[in-house]
């Protein structure tokens, strides 16, 4: 069975996985790295809106964290991570 990106975000939901750098974490961006974050970041900057950066309605933000349910996704799927739900 093939893992979606709307799974994952069941996922997070349901682990309680509420913040951004939480979903970052799961697509396996280390938040602790400004470089690496900034980089996945970047790639959606046309998208910035006038709301305040990283705000949960901001359209970056919006595409951003889409994005790293998609890599967690790819990744659960290609066997590199497992989710497993106690």
């Known amino acids: 069975m093939k893992i979606t990106e709307k799974q994952i975000k069941q996922h997070l939901m349901t682990t309680r996985a509420s913040t951004i750098g939480d979903t970052e974490r ?3 961006i280390n938040t602790f790295d400004r470089t690496e ?4 970041w970047d790639k959606f900057r ?3 809106s006038d709301r305040l950066q990283g705000e949960q309605s ?3 933000c919006i595409a951003v964290m889409r ?3 998609r890599i967690s996704a790819r990744m659960v ?3 590199t991570m497992c989710l497993v739900r106690f």
Do not use: I, K, Y
């Open 26 to 28: 799961l697509a396996g």
């Open 37 to 40: 974050r900034v980089a996945v």
């Open 46 to 48: 046309h998208l910035r």
């Open 58 to 60: 901001d359209p970056c």
């Open 67 to 69: 994005e790293c349910r």
């Open 77 to 79: 799927n290609s066997g």
